[in-house]
T-cell receptor
Framework: NAGVMQNPRHLVRRRGQEARLRCSPM?????VYWYRQLPEEGLKFMVY????????ESGMPKERFSAEFPKEGPSILRIQQVVRGDSAAYFC???????????FGSGTRLTVV | EDKVVQSPLSLVVHEGDTVTLNCSYE??????LLWYKQEKKAPTFLFML????IEKKSGRLSSILDKKELSSILNITATQTGDSAIYLC???????????FGTGTRLQVFP
């Protein structure tokens, strides 16, 4: 079992470009969560998805950020027109259902220059 | 607003010492409390606690939840340099699947 796979591990974007972060959950896991970690801060919830559905996006900024988890393929977190303040580590986690602790991926470190 | 507070922010000890990390929370509709260890990459799951007073133990690590005091402690005995990491506490609410994280305790263990 390969665990939760995130790619790329590091992503550098210029201001105004788009960033696409991918997450493949563990085999058998249908719940996917995205968290953002700013330097010296804890992880902040962004969005919770199940296959083809967004269940809770209360932590997503209202503009420029979107997430999907299609029937086939990985979950994608998309950030349009990136700004310096988007620089952070973005972690994806998956679980079998809501009664179990998550398994986290290794994260994507986004740097906006 | 939901809040999870960890203390201390940072801890430096020598190998062999015992440490206690604290986590307190103010969360509506509490369901469970989780501890994670974060080294350079992914947070790795340590414990999930749902019932007060029950100790979860794994080797040199143990944790107890006190629902009356809205807090939990994580104990590490006979620390080793490999225990150096950020320890994260998170609380899950019953009405949502998102976790509310504290900012973590950075533990450094020196030989």
């Amino acid at each position: 079992n390969a665990g939760v796979m995130q790619n790329p591990r590091h992503l550098v974007r210029r201001r105004g470009q788009e960033a696409r972060l991918r997450c493949s959950p563990m085999k058998g896991h249908s719940h996917v969560y995205w968290y953002r970690q700013l330097p010296e801060e804890g992880l902040k919830f962004m969005v919770y998805l199940q296959k083809e559905n967004i269940i809770d996006e209360s932590g997503m900024p209202k503009e420029r950020f979107s997430a999907e988890f299609p029937k086939e393929g990985p979950s994608i977190l998309r950030i349009q027109q990136v700004v310096r303040g988007d620089s952070a580590a973005y972690f994806c986690a998956s679980s079998m259902d809501s009664n179990y602790g998550y398994t986290f991926g290794s994260g994507t470190r986004l740097t906006v220059v | 607003e939901d809040k999870v507070v960890q203390s201390p922010l940072s801890l430096v000890v020598h190998e062999g010492d015992t440490v206690t990390l604290n986590c307190s929370y103010e969360v509506t509709n509490f369901r469970s409390l989780l501890w994670y260890k974060q080294e350079k990459k992914a947070p790795t799951f340590l414990f999930m606690l749902t019932s007060s007073g029950i100790e979860k133990k794994s080797g040199r690590l143990s944790s107890i939840l006190d629902k009356k005091e809205l807090s939990s402690i994580l104990n590490i005995t006979a620390t080793q340099t490999g225990d150096s990491a950020i320890y994260l506490c998170a609380v899950a609410r019953g009405d949502t699947d998102k976790l509310i994280f504290g900012t973590g305790t950075r533990l450094q263990v020196f030989p």
